[in-house]
């Protein structure tokens, strides 16, 4: 039998930062993961945006868990020799002059906002009302999770395949799977955690996003732009056009109704042409109250979860896996804003 401390299944961002914080704890650590092409963490743009809706409204927690997101994603560079972590500003167009009406009386706006001195992108760009700009950061997701799963590989803690719940077993001890035995298991396969059999009683609230990748011949930003749609600058000289909002839907796949709601909102943002490459479709795991889903199981106690990241993954996740490892290592009290504990 291989032995583990824990056994994660998923290698999302959520059982990346979960992972990585357990081995640093040194902590022997199992991840499973299928690599499903279409999973939230492959799917998203990395946006860490400090406010939210139409007031501008700081992110939950921001001030405490933006540093340190900042600080692990260095860290995870600089040990993976990726580029991780881009500080960006959001280039957020006003749908309407009551917007930027109440962003130049202070109705709206805080600290992670401004107005800029001229106006940018006015070749590109439809923007009669303005902008203003927010202060974020985008995670190169598509460069980090594939490095961190090769160092997973090379410290003997990977396992790439699917994981089948029915193999599993609860002992004295722990758990087994297959040829492994462990501690725990910690559940970080984000969506498909709500069809599986140990939680069924989280109100889950998943909901599908749809997004395009597209060619914007002359337009060169590191910045991200954004009104109703967001244009997310990429590695290879495309943008992330996205993303779409559903929670009816039935298939994770792409569909023609949202790429055609997608285009119609680029080409109210856009004033040139644009070329269609890809589009691409996930759907988020997200709890009935936007808060991440921490703990284990009251009935069984070798069963964990971390999830509920919802749209904001790349913010939370960090500082959330370091305090779910603050909780398995140190025995140290779960915040109650996350504790799994408030479904049962
Ligand atoms: C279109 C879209 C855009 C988004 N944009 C952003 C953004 O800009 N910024 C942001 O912060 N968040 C964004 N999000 C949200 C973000 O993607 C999620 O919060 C985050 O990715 C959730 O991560 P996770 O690790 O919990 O789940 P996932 O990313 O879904 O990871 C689950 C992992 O588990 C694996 N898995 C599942 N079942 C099994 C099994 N049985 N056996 C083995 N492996 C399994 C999968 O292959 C996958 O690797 C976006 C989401 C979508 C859909």
């Known amino acids: ?70 600080t692990t994603y260095l860290q995870l560079s600089a040990l993976l020799q990726v580029p991780v972590f881009t500080e960006r ?18 109705a ?5 906002t401004e107005l800029p001195t001229t106006l940018k992108y006015e070749a590109f760009l439809d923007q009669p009302h303005g902008a203003a700009i927010v202060r974020g950061a985008t995670v190169n997701l598509r460069a980090l999770l594939p490095a961190y799963r090769r160092y997973l590989a090379e410290q003997n ?15 004295a001890t ?21 069809s599986g059999p140990f939680f069924k009683n989280v109100k889950f609230l998943p909901n599908k996003g749809e997004v395009l990748l597209v060619r914007i011949p002359g337009l060169v930003t590191n910045d991200i732009l954004k009104k109703g749609i967001t244009l997310v600058p990429q590695e290879d000289g495309l943008y992330w056009a996205g993303s779409s909002f559903v929670w009816d839907y039935t ?24 070329e269609v490459v890809n589009q691409l479709s996930a759907v988020r795991p997200s709890g009935n109250d936007r808060r991440p889903i921490i703990g284990f199981h009251p009935e069984y106690p070798a069963i ?30 779960l915040m109650q804003e996350v504790d799994l504990h408030r479904y049962f």
């Open 108 to 112: 709206t706006g805080n600290e992670y």
């Open 157 to 171: 803690a990977l396992l790439e395949e699917h994981f089948d719940s029915a193999a599993l077993e609860i002992t």
């Open 1 to 70: 039998m291989r032995k583990a401390d824990y056994l994660i299944i998923g290698q999302g961002i959520a059982g990346t930062m979960l992972s990585w914080f357990l081995l640093q704890a040194g902590k022997k650590v199992i991840v499973i993961d299928d690599a499903k092409s279409n999973s939230a963490s492959r799917v998203a743009a990395g946006i860490i945006n400090p406010v939210s809706g139409r007031r501008f409204e700081p992110a939950w927690m921001y001030d405490t868990i933006y540093p340190f997101a900042k």
């Open 304 to 333: 964990g979860i971390f999830n509920g990241l919802g749209t904001k993954g790349c913010s939370l996740a960090p500082f959330m896996a370091a305090h779910f490892k603050e909780v398995l290592v140190a025995n140290t009290p």
């Open 174 to 194: 722990g758990v087994t799977y297959k040829t492994i035995s462990a501690g725990k298991v910690i559940c970080c396969d984000g969506v498909a955690t709500t």
């Open 251 to 274: 298939d994770d796949g792409p569909t023609a109704k949202q790429r055609e709601i997608l285009e119609k909102s680029l080409q109210q943002l856009l004033k040139v042409p644009y």
């Open 89 to 106: 500003q959001l280039w957020t167009v006003f749908p309407s002059s009551q917007m930027r009406d109440a962003f130049l009386n202070k």
